[in-house]
């Protein structure tokens, strides 16, 4: 359970709450784990009998740090073992309830495992820089998540994956896992005898506790907290040059249609493809990756979203290519917005980290259709899209680390099309004086084929702890600060203000409730050329039952100001509950209700999750949005998934996504409907190797047409490299 820390309190208080951590710190003894070389390596079958583990040195005491801080109640041991090629790692789960152990969770990558299911993570500092490191997290079924994180855990690479092996088991009083990480998957320095840093994390959910071997405050990720690593000698470097060629088969029609179909309406053809994806890593500090026409066809739709603003919306970057080593591009101003980049015709990119300083480099040529600032499609004047436009996107990075925790860094990305250009450049700062505390702070000027031209400042700040969470953000846009490359929304321009929230975890003993929560956020805005402001704040409060239930309330206002005279723009209030039974179910469940610019607002949401057999889940969710009186509007979007995995490796998937909107126009109803089907059945053969299966189908009514969107069949087989 944990409050939406949607924005934030107010900033007086994220400021107050860095200030005491800074007071606040203490220095802790380094915890150590050494690690055995063996001749034979173990049999990765997920029970630890193999004679290697009786040579490796073990390690627990591992300390739970949610509620009360102290030992954990059900004991972790850990063991490192390693070869010339692979670092094994052994956990030993020891569990007083283990038919409450939760491992609803299959798909790899999931986000939101570290919170639903039990797990296990390992996390490794190879440069011993004390910024950045590799994570590897498995669940009691081997469902698998890896990250890549610099700016000591504060910026995440979801997207790395490695080539790494894990089984587990479930025994009668613990669970166990064993992971092989070969040495390729990661880099790290040419020493004769490295010195890593190291830290392991377990999450308990029978207990519901989180535990660590080291460190209390911040990120589990920031290697500022971590133990050492001892013992490794005379480990092989690969000539790190993966090569991923791929082939790819679609059977679809032409285009669109009227629906239903008369059977000579639809002319389906097959469209042969092929494509290459190559990483080559020719030092440990540098990897460089190029793709030449790449598919991404086993990639998910994007969820339908209910936008009443009409403002542009954020879609999350989900191709591995942009998503791997994402994280060097985050600062407090979104300068590189990849999913601008559309259909990609060819790609390139190098990452390296050469002692204090990181460096990046991008180059992508794609064809995107035209966008309005909205992010909407252009139409000519008869409805229909202009054709997409070829661009050159190019994009770098150089970030120093100085003394202490002190980075600066500076950044450039252009955008050349046809009829003009975009670039956009910017300074950057870092200070992370502690394991819980970051500042970040950017000047940046957008350059147009024009007169386009303006300045951009931001600076926020984040407070982090297992049961205390503080962010917020101070920034100054200018009216024409629009680059191309960038994500900066419309009614962000021209504006300066900061927000900030403050969310707050505490433990109770009373027999009734486990934990409360409490979160509190605030901002304003005010336009730099005119007398309009706007104003918001809110607050949340959840509790935490032992049989498995939250509840929750939000109450959230805004306000427009307009010369002096104050506009309310809403004033909501949410009522929640969130429920799961062991790990096979979930429901969720919200009304949110009030005013919203002078109309009746009314939000339902509704969210289930059901795990009726193992690797089998359900998930249905559906939200909607009604308004009365000043404006009439219905608006619905749903979603129905299914996966089912017959292993870690072989999965198939069915998801669903309708949408519905009713509006009243000029006196009469408006109204369009939406289906998106999606089938995808993938298969990884062997480490790194894949088959998908896909078949995408699309229908839409507007009014009284009826339309079916190009339904596609897609065989891809790509087939790993590794040299």
């Not at 066809?297 to 999350?316: M, R, S, T, V």
Request: charged fraction near 25%.
């Amino acid at each position: 359970m944990r409050c939406r820390p949607s924005y934030g309190s107010s900033l007086a208080a994220s400021a107050a709450l860095a200030l005491a951590a800074l007071a606040a710190a203490a220095s802790a003894d380094v915890r150590e784990i050494t690690a055995a070389r063996v001749t034979t390596p173990p049999v990765i079958d997920g029970r630890l009998d193999d004679p290697c583990w009786e040579e490796a040195f073990p390690s627990g005491d591992f300390t739970n740090l949610r509620g009360n801080v102290g030992p954990a109640t059900q004991a972790t041991v850990v063991r490192i073992c390693y070869d010339a090629s692979t670092l094994y790692v052994a956990f030993d789960c020891l569990e007083a309830r283990v038919a409450d152990i939760s491992a609803a969770i299959a798909q790899r990558d999931a986000e939101d495992i570290a919170e639903e299911d039990d797990c296990v993570s390992i996390a490794i500092d190879t440069f011993r820089d004390k910024r950045t490191c590799y994570s590897f997290l498995v669940s009691p079924i081997a469902t698998k998540r890896d990250l890549h994180t610099s700016e000591c855990g504060l910026s995440v690479d979801i997207g790395w994956d490695a080539v790494w092996d894990v089984e587990t088991a479930v025994l009668a009083d613990r669970w166990t896992a064993e992971l092989a990480i070969p040495f390729s998957a990661i880099r790290f320095s040419g020493e004769d005898e490295p010195l890593w840093g190291v830290n392991f994390a377990r999450v308990e959910m029978p207990h519901q506790e989180y535990s660590r071997w080291s460190g209390t405050e911040g990120s589990f990720l920031d290697p500022r907290s971590f133990g050492l690593l001892r013992g490794l000698s005379g480990i092989e470097r690969s000539l790190g040059l993966e090569l991923l060629p791929f082939l790819v088969a679609k059977y679809d029609t032409s285009g669109l249609y009227d629906y239903p179909l008369e059977p000579d309406d639809a002319e389906w053809d097959v469209h042969p493809d092929a494509g290459l994806d190559v990483e080559y890593a020719p030092a440990p500090f540098a990897t460089v990756n190029l793709t030449l026409n790449p598919d991404f066809a086993q990639i998910e739709a994007d969820p339908n979203e209910i936008n009443i603003e009409g403002d542009e919306i954020w879609l999350e970057e989900r191709r591995p290519f942009f998503s791997e080593n994402a994280s060097i591009y985050d600062m407090p101003l979104n300068l590189l917005y990849t999913r601008r980049m559309e259909d990609i015709e060819v790609g390139g990119k190098v990452t390296g980290k050469v002692g204090p300083a990181s460096l990046a480099a991008l180059y992508v040529r794609s064809d995107d259709l035209p966008r309005d600032e909205y992010g909407e499609a252009l139409v000519d004047s008869s409805g229909e899209e202009l054709p997409p436009e070829t661009s050159d996107y190019g994009a770098l990075v150089y970030r120093q680390d100085l003394f202490g925790s002190v980075t600066a860094g500076a950044f450039w990305a252009t955008r050349e099309r046809g009829d003009g250009s975009s670039s956009v450049g910017a300074l950057t700062a870092g200070f992370s004086p502690l394991a819980s505390v970051r500042l970040n702070a950017i000047a940046a000027r957008a350059y147009g084929s024009g007169d386009d031209e303006d300045n951009a400042f931001a600076l926020e700040w984040a407070y982090s702890s297992p049961n205390t969470d503080s962010e917020g953000s101070l920034s100054y846009v200018g009216e024409d600060f629009a680059p191309e490359t960038g994500f900066i929304e419309a009614d962000q321009r021209g504006t300066y203000g900061g927000e900030g929230h403050l969310w707050k975890r505490f433990s109770t003993d009373a027999g009734w409730i486990e934990e409360y929560e409490l979160c509190g956020w605030a901002g304003g805005y005010d336009a730099e050329d005119g007398p309009v402001q706007t104003y918001w704040a809110g607050g949340e409060a959840a509790v935490q039952l032992p049989i498995g239930l939250a509840l929750g309330v939000e109450y959230n206002a805004s306000y427009d100001v307009v010369d002096y005279k104050e506009f309310p723009r809403a004033s909501l209030l949410n009522v929640y509950l969130y429920t799961g039974v062991q790990s096979w179910s979930g429901i969720v469940a919200s009304c949110e209700f009030g005013e919203y610019h002078n109309s009746d607002y009314l939000q339902a949401h509704l969210g289930a999750r059901v795990q009726p057999v193992d690797r089998l889940t359900l998930v249905g969710d559906v939200s909607g949005v009604a308004l009365r009186e000043y404006e009439d509007l219905d608006w619905w979007v749903g979603e129905l998934r299914t996966d089912y995995y017959f292993s870690p490796t072989l999965f198939v998937r069915a998801l669903a996504l309708g949408e519905h909107v009713r509006e009243l126009v000029d006196g009469s109803d408006a109204e369009s409907e939406s289906l998106d089907l999606n089938l995808l059945c993938g298969w990884e053969f062997r480490p790194g190797s894949t088959l998908y299966l896909a078949y995408n189908d699309s229908y839409e009514r507007e009014g009284d047409e009826d339309r079916h969107l190009d339904p596609t069949a897609v065989l891809k087989i790509s087939y790993l490299l590794s040299l």
